[in-house]
């Protein structure tokens, strides 16, 4: 097998196990040297020594990285552990998460804070650790774990929801910032049997989506030609993606006497309509496509284009 990742640097927070092992592993598999984080909790780190063990012993590089993510200079720590061993950081996976459901009624403010601290800041710390040498190095592959339950809802999960689409909103922007230093940011959002997932899907279930089988969407998101701005779905052996698009949309004038929001009400439909959507590569877009639209009414264009733009 061709090792595409010979050499590379990667990070993996929550590799003790579930996803994070199965991570680390598949990384490693594919020639990339691993740190393997995670907290130490009542077993000092068991499960993650147990990580490194298993990569080590299939002839592959890792070490043991210990902290919190929720703590910057923990994930600072690990980043110049990285550097210190194998003087590069290359590639990135924020996979360190918890789960704390109820439904939002029910739901402690405490565990909202705690479910956005872990999953949010959490890549936020790891990821500012090593920002700054992947800018330097011109190189740098980022993952965030995102999910379903961010992307469309899910009964019980407002917290982590909210937590996992916040990382959305944060890959969007740092895949644009990242462009010119080639740093590539995506966002993988899996379907798998974990720890936090038990006694929350049923056993039959559980047993067709194993961590190993999301692993594999890694590669392409962490390779030498990897894409950036992709949400890439994976479970089961199935593999999706995800967009955020706008609509054409409609203009409406805000005319003197105007019920803007009557208007707008009884339209409601045509703003829905998809025909049409996109995908847009910036916030820009937005502000230009409705300047547009706004400018093409108001100067009473009669050009094809003018009249699309209003329509």
């Known amino acids: 097998m061709k090792k595409l990742l010979n050499n590379r640097v990667a990070i993996v927070t929550g590799a003790g196990g ?3 092992r199965a991570h680390a592993l598949e990384l490693a598999r594919h ?3 691993v740190i393997v984080n995670d907290i130490a909790g009542a077993n000092n780190g068991a499960a993650a020594r147990g990580v490194v063990d298993a990569i080590r012993n299939a002839g592959g590089e890792a070490q043991l990285h210990l902290g919190d993510v929720t703590r910057a200079e923990d994930m600072q720590a ?3 552990h990285a550097m210190t061993v194998w003087g590069r950081v290359d590639i990135l996976v924020n996979n360190a998460g918890i789960l704390r459901d109820k439904t939002f009624a029910k739901m402690p403010l405490d565990d909202f804070r705690l479910v956005l601290e ?3 800041m ?3 710390h790891a990821t500012k650790a090593v920002w700054a040498q992947m800018q330097a190095q011109q190189y740098g592959r980022v993952v965030m774990t995102t999910s379903s339950s961010g992307l469309y809802g899910n009964f019980g999960q407002a917290n982590y929801g909210a937590a996992k689409m916040a990382l959305v909103g944060l890959m969007q922007t740092l895949a644009l910032e990242g462009l010119k230093h ?3 940011v995506n966002c993988l959002a899996p379907t798998a049997a974990t720890g936090m997932t038990h006694g929350v899907l049923p056993p039959a279930v ?3 989506i194993a961590p190993e089988q999301v692993s594999p969407a890694l590669l392409p998101l962490v390779a030498e030609d990897a894409p950036t701005r992709m949400i890439l779905l994976a479970g089961a052996g199935s593999f999706e993606a995800a967009h955020i698009t706008m609509t054409q949309g409609i203009h409406i004038a805000d005319e003197a006497g105007a019920e803007v929001g009557e208007l707008l009400r009884e339209r409601l439909a045509d703003v829905q309509d998809r025909s049409g959507e996109r995908v847009p590569q910036s916030g820009w ?3 230009e496509h409705e300047l547009n639209k706004g400018v093409a009414a108001a100067s009473g264009a009669h050009s094809p284009q003018a009249r699309e733009l209003a329509s």
Do not use: T
Request: glycine share 16%.
């Open 182 to 184: 080639n740093i590539r």
């Open 18 to 20: 579930g996803l994070g």
């Open 118 to 120: 872990v999953h949010v």
């Open 78 to 80: 690990m980043a110049d």
């Open 122 to 124: 959490g890549a936020v």
């Open 285 to 287: 877009e937005q502000y």
């Open 206 to 208: 559980l047993a067709r």
């Open 31 to 33: 020639g990339a040297r």
